[in-house]
């Protein structure tokens, strides 16, 4: 149950029988040759497929995250990280006082994980209120799958190329890009990041073939769906 498609009377019902609900976070940063939505369309895609069977309602990505180092490619938006945790938890709070009880958090950028401690200072003050973070991309059996295709893989790269974050008419490299020596990106600045790793593929090849692609989704969204089934006593 997407909320972008449902009345206020659905999600009532829903309640009448079930507290859960999900509430993916994405970004708007760069990511080379790939939509700069990148983060929001996998979070949201991924926790719409697991809940599809399940009827679970999934609330719109939170298009805007943590992404300062990024600041000097044009199109990238950041937020402070006490908006953003206030932001959150707003949020929380807001399904705490409709209904849900039990929030599945798809997070699909790593920069949001400095906001993980606001879900357990949310469970702290409200009673009988549970909160899951679940890093969809980096969950073990999902990395797995992505590192058993090919072990060369990092933000930008082919393992965020899907169907539904390539761009028509934007071809990608061919070839496979080194990894960006990862030690030096965190003493710079967001110009000294840039001049770093150019393009913004932080490392791999640009694209696989969808039928590879397919498997880890595949992978993905039963990993996800774990979470909303798993015994939340």
């Not at 498609?5 to 079930?18: A, K």
């Not at 950028?109 to 973070?133: I, K, L, Y």
């Amino acid at each position: 149950m997407r909320i972008s498609e449902s009345t206020w009377f659905e999600v009532e019902t829903w309640l009448e029988r079930d507290d859960r609900c999900i509430l993916p976070l994405g970004s708007t940063e760069q990511h080379a040759h790939l939509s700069l939505s990148v983060d929001s369309i996998l979070s949201e895609k991924v926790a719409a497929d697991a809940a599809e069977p399940l009827g679970v309602p999934v609330f719109p990505a939170v298009a805007y995250g943590l992404t300062p180092y990024f600041m000097a490619f044009p199109g990238t938006v950041t937020l402070r990280l006490a908006t953003y945790a206030a932001l959150v938890r707003d949020i929380l709070d807001s399904l705490y006082a409709t209904g849900f009880r039990r929030v599945l958090i798809v997070n699909g950028h790593g920069g949001n994980s400095p906001v993980q401690p606001v879900t357990m200072e949310w469970m702290q003050d409200h009673p009988g209120a549970r909160c899951r973070f679940h890093d969809w991309w980096r969950a073990p059996q999902t990395w797995a799958a992505v590192q058993a295709t090919d072990p060369v893989a990092s933000h930008a790269s082919w393992m965020e190329n899907f169907p539904w974050t390539r761009l028509p008419g934007r071809p990608v490299p061919q070839e496979q890009k080194p990894f960006v020596p990862f030690d030096k990106l965190r003493d710079r600045n967001a110009a000294g990041v840039r001049a770093l790793i150019g393009d913004g593929n932080y490392g791999g090849v640009y694209q696989k073939p969808d039928e590879d692609m397919a498997r880890i989704w595949e992978v993905a969204v039963a990993e996800t769906r774990a979470q909303l089934e798993g015994d939340w006593a």
